[in-house]
């Protein structure tokens, strides 16, 4: 039940940063962090397939509401939510743990946390620009803008992975 309750705060606290901070920092609209991401890459590994999709598609949804974003945040969190799985398996080899359901990403070692979520976000971040664009003659434009965002998205979520895991080691 604690956990549940943590995720529930995370969640709370990443999509009000999202929206009254992260969504006011741009410059020309090119840096632009979505912090909001590290509540999916931190739900549990053994969270059901449907639960996640449906988390994460209220997690974009609600952002796409605040931002007036017409549904580009729910339909990018809910396709990074669908290939999490998959990618998990990859970016995190079971040779490395027992029974990879049991483990929690606060155990997983730093470089395979950045390998795991540096290709979360950045398919978020180019599905999201392209879906914006909808144009492929800005395909330069959006992979840069998606490189950038999800550079700068990957240090703030290294950030709050930090303040996650020293917050964990006091309780």
Known sequence: MIDVLKHISRWFLLVLLQIIVFNRI???SLFNP???IFFILMLPLATPRSLLLILAFITGLTVDVFSNTGGLHAFASTLIAFVRPFWIQIAIPRSNYDDLSNIKLKEVEFG???A???V???LHHFVL???ESLAWGDLLLIIGKAIINTLIS???IIAFRYFDLSSSKKA
Do not use: D, K, P, V
């Open 26 to 28: 741009g410059f020309y």
């Open 112 to 114: 395979q946390f950045i």
């Open 116 to 118: 795991y979520s540096s």
């Open 154 to 156: 990957l240090l703030a």
């Open 34 to 36: 979505f912090i909001y």
């Open 120 to 122: 979360i976000l950045l």
């Open 129 to 131: 620009y392209l879906t």
